[in-house]
């Protein structure tokens, strides 16, 4: 017996099983069905095909490098420079040319500063004071400019006064023009150079317009007209990011550049090219937030004939530009295209297992329905043979009895 089992189960192995269909004249299961499918083909095909490229293989791992250039001048009139001009080397820092650069935009200038004592700015609360003791010796100014000497200093007949420190001195200004000095910053342009590369691909591109005319980058200005000049003015620069100007160049802020490269390298390699976006990142969501617009402080150092050190401090307002790239790349490949038409396939059956639930459990005739899709069968515990089987062994007893009744029959018709 153990021997025949194999025996069947070996063959068995060679046998093909096919599924047992039902075709359930139902209209309206038949319209559900159909309207599933199209659904599904129209995702399939319009937004894993077409629009996400399902097809390709992509490279998000982009190589990017980015150079700035500034260019313009401005000039200004006050009381502590007198005229001036200011040219790229005195406003923009770093002035190598980076994916992250400042244009100084306004500032407040404190002069001929030197080691010295001198009172601290009265508009520090850790250094207002009524008498020496208020002054300890020795001890740093908190959020002020120095360190304290143990006097206190009084202007006039006034009640309170000032801690002296030992400090830079004078000390710093803090009253800024309303108005920015540059504010011809307005008019100065920034290239922007951006080279990139997706290494999977080995693929490289930069967004100056591939031209021999010399002349091209001298007269060109980023725009609807020009999309692939390279150079930007500061100004529309922030009109781009939704700010103004002017009020921005007063107190600082920083504006974001967003490069997208989406590239598609089944075609032409002229088609990729850069998208930009800009927005501005410094907080601007209320008006008088002491964290909104952007300074900080440098200064310039000398030294006199006396050899005594003294410096010029410039607390600086502008703009930072931060760039930022991004992209990706994609190229046909037999991988994930299969990998996508396969799981296609699987999702077209969602369409079938939707209606059958619709058919099984939801219609008024679903008993009906699941007696014809389901068959019930049911086993003996008992061996029992076919009824051919026991049908033939019968009329085989009853022919064996009716040869043995003649026999005797035949028997005594002889004696």
């Known amino acids: 017996m153990d021997q025949i089992a194999w025996k069947e ?34 995702y399939i095909v319009g937004w894993v095909f077409m ?4 097809y390709q293989e992509v490279d998000t791992s982009i190589q990017s490098s980015v150079i700035t250039k500034v260019k313009g001048v401005a000039f200004t009139n006050t009381s502590e420079m007198g005229k ?60 002020g400019n120095g360190i304290k000497t143990g006097i206190c200093i009084k202007m006039g007949n006034n009640i309170s006064g000032t801690c002296e420190i030992l ?9 800024k023009t309303k108005s920015a000095l540059l504010a011809d910053a307005e008019n100065f342009t920034v290239y922007v150079k951006n080279s990139i590369r997706f290494p999977k691909f080995n693929f490289s591109k ?17 725009g609807a007209d020009q999309p692939y000049c390279p150079i930007f003015s500061l100004g529309k620069l922030v009109n781009w990011a939704g700010s ?7 107190e600082g802020g920083v ?17 990729c090219n850069p998208r930009y976006s800009f927005s501005r990142l410094d907080n601007t969501f209320a008006e008088k937030s002491v964290s909104s617009g952007y300074n900080f402080r440098f200064a310039k150092y000398y030294r006199s004939a006396a050899d005594v050190d003294f410096r010029t401090l410039i607390k600086a307002y502008g703009i930072r530009f931060d760039i930022m790239v991004n992209g990706k790349a994609g190229k046909f490949n037999i991988i994930p295209t299969v990998i996508n038409v396969g799981s296609s396939l699987a999702l077209m059956g969602v369409g079938a297992f939707l209606c059958d639930l619709v058919l099984l459990y939801l219609l008024r005739k679903s008993q009906f329905y699941r007696g014809k899709k389901y068959e019930e069968v049911r086993s003996n ?19 064996d009895n009716s040869l043995s009744r003649l026999d005797q029959q035949l028997q005594t018709v002889e004696a």
């Open 9 to 42: 189960l070996c063959c068995s192995l060679f046998d093909y099983k096919t599924e047992k269909y039902v075709i359930a004249k139902n209209k309206k299961v038949g319209i559900l069905y159909r309207v599933v499918q199209l659904s599904i083909l129209i």
């Open 84 to 143: 001036r001009i200011w040219d790229v080397v005195d406003y923009v820092m770093p002035p190598q040319g980076e994916s992250v650069f400042f244009v100084m935009t306004n500032l407040i200038i404190t002069p001929n500063q030197r080691q010295d004592t001198c009172p601290e700015n009265p508009g520090i609360p850790d250094a207002l004071c009524y008498r020496d003791n208020d002054c300890p010796r020795g001890e740093a100014v908190i959020a």
């Open 51 to 54: 629009v996400k490229k399902g």
């Open 381 to 399: 515990t008992k061996k029992s043979l076919p009824e051919s089987t026991v049908n033939g062994n019968q009329a085989g007893n009853q022919s």
């Open 255 to 271: 504006i974001g550049i967003q490069i997208e490269w989406d590239c598609n390298l089944d075609k032409k390699p002229s088609e």
């Open 244 to 250: 103004n100007f002017h009020e921005m160049a007063s």
């Open 206 to 222: 930069t967004n100056v317009l591939d031209t021999k005319n010399d002349a091209y980058l001298k007269n060109c200005h980023y």
């Open 167 to 175: 400090a830079w001195c004078p000390v710093e200004k803090k009253d």
